[in-house]
């Protein structure tokens, strides 16, 4: 059974960074197609996808965030990472670590989600 | 990007009701539309995916049909573990974006 599990800072000072680590167990993350992926989802509002990377190297970011951001893959540690830059108190939100499915593409796997909040 | 439009926002209905959520595009996706359930303070759960294919587990009361621009989800009989959000998602261009939500509520 795959299992994610997001990592890092619960509060961050605005104009730094946010950086954020999703451990993999329980399958390669390696291997296949998949699509390891970063949501968020504010305080009692809906998703919003911020990207993905693949085993390959692939990245694809949303263009609302994709000048501060930055998605890498750790296979050697079985983790990714998500930095975003710049951050205001728009960032504040739950990150969700999630895998995409190589042939469904769809998100079968999710972390408990991380709560971030920017402030001073 | 892809709006997503969901309706209605809330839903109140019965145990044992038949339930049907939709969910437009602004522009055609194909089939590759998803839909995800989610619980508070859980993280969301997929039931559908490629617009009518049920994911492994998802209890077949769930359903899932259209194309282009128009989906929905239907609950044929409604249980008391179904009242959660409900979100569609789409797949065919990046930005991939999720519809605003449908709440189900007693």
């Known amino acids: 059974q795959v299992q994610l599990q997001e990592s890092g800072p619960g509060l961050v000072k605005p104009s730094q960074t946010l950086s954020l680590t999703c451990n993999v167990s329980?399958?390669?993350?390696?291997?296949?197609?998949?699509?390891w992926t970063w949501i968020r989802q504010p305080a009692g509002r809906g998703l919003e996808w911020i990207g993905h990377?693949?085993?390959?190297?692939?990245?694809k970011y949303n263009p609302s965030l994709r000048s501060r951001l930055s998605i890498s893959l750790d296979t050697s540690k079985s983790q990714f990472s998500l930095n975003l830059n710049s951050v205001t108190a728009a960032d504040t939100a739950l990150y969700y670590c999630?895998?995409?499915?190589?042939?469904?593409?769809?998100?079968?796997?999710w972390g408990l989600g991380s709560l971030v909040t920017v402030s001073s | 990007d892809i709006q997503m439009t969901q309706s209605p926002s809330t839903l109140s209905a019965s145990v044992g009701d038949r339930v049907t959520i939709t969910c437009r595009a602004s522009?055609?996706?194909?089939?590759?539309l998803a839909w995800y359930q989610q619980k508070p303070g859980k993280a969301p759960k997929i039931l559908i995916y490629?617009?009518?294919s049920l994911e492994s587990g998802v209890p077949s009361r769930f359903s899932g049909g259209g194309s282009g621009t128009e989906f929905t989800l239907t609950i044929s009989s409604l249980q008391p573990d179904d009242f959660a959000t409900y979100y569609c998602?789409?797949?065919?261009?990046?930005?991939?974006?999720f519809g605003q939500g449908t709440k189900v509520e007693i």
């Open positions: 999630a895998r995409g499915g190589s042939f469904t593409r769809v998100f079968d796997y």
């Open positions: 329980g399958g390669s993350i390696s291997s296949g197609a998949h699509y």
């Open positions: 990377v693949q085993a390959s190297g692939n990245t």
């Open positions: 522009q055609s996706i194909r089939s590759w």
């Open positions: 490629k617009t009518s």
């Open positions: 998602q789409q797949y065919d261009t990046y930005p991939w974006t």
